[in-house]
Nanobody, 122 residues
């Protein structure tokens, strides 16, 4: 059974930073791509960033390029999302997920965490 547990969300002022973590258990972490998605109230779940199993390749949605950085530590079975220069429009519940392929399509992800709330005040 695969488990993904996010942490690190919270309330921050615009321009501030947060680092989200997602701890994985139950599978060989380095074999799988990991992604971060977010869902604002009343909206669909959107892709944010993804990283390959080895960590060598990353992929971002345009709106976060240059502000967010995804990384993973395979020894700790953890993926991170460093979020800088946060904006009110970044407010959402953030989810991590695992996949066998590096994709932006949430339907390609098999396992999901429970989500962590990020709120950015103006």
């Amino acid at each position: 059974q695969v488990q993904l547990v996010e942490s690190g969300g919270g309330l921050v002022q615009a321009g501030g930073s947060l680092r989200l973590s997602c701890a994985a258990s139950g599978r060989t972490f380095s074999n799988y791509a990991m992604g971060w998605f977010r869902q604002a109230p009343g909206k669909e779940r959107d892709f944010v960033a993804a990283i390959s199993g080895s960590g060598a390749n990353t992929y971002y949605v345009d709106s976060v390029k240059g502000r967010f950085t995804i990384s993973k530590n395979n020894a700790k079975n953890t993926v991170y999302l460093q979020m800088n220069s946060l904006k009110p429009e970044d407010t959402a519940v953030y989810y991590c997920a695992s996949s066998t392929v590096l994709r932006a399509d949430p339907s390609q992800y098999n396992y999901w965490g429970q989500g962590t709330q990020v709120t950015v005040s103006s």
